[in-house]
């Protein structure tokens, strides 16, 4: 069973900058897509960005494309997800997903982290 466990999360000032991981574990990593979500309170969890098995490919939502850089490193098994020049409206519970095979911009991930709290103030 693939296990997910994301760090990095926390309250930081608008404009500064954080990076969030993600470990994976119990399967091959290689062989999964990534993803990043985020849920804000009282809204859908929503995509900000996924990365293709070995990381040749990359989609960002559009309110984050040029501040966050989404990445993987398969010998450590692990993604990250760079966040620079954050805004309070980027505060949400930031969730890793995986997939078996391609990589989609969708929620449809087989497998979910608990999340990690990322607070911005203004």
């Known amino acids: 069973q693939v296990q997910l466990v994301e760090s990095g999360g926390g309250l930081v000032q608008a404009g500064d900058s954080l990076r969030l991981s993600c470990a994976f574990s119990?399967?091959?990593?290689?062989?999964?897509?990534m993803g990043w979500f985020r849920q804000a309170p009282g809204k859908e969890r929503e995509f900000v960005a996924s990365i293709s098995l070995r990381g040749r490919t990359t989609y960002y939502a559009d309110s984050v494309k040029g501040r966050f850089t989404i990445s993987r490193d398969n010998a450590k098994n692990t993604m990250y997800l760079e966040m620079n020049r954050l805004k309070p409206e980027d505060t949400a519970v930031y969730y890793c997903a995986a997939r078996a095979g391609a990589v989609v911009t969708t929620t449809n991930y087989d497998y979910w982290g608990q999340g990690t709290q990322v607070t911005v103030s203004s």
């Open positions: 119990g399967r091959t990593f290689s062989n999964y897509a």
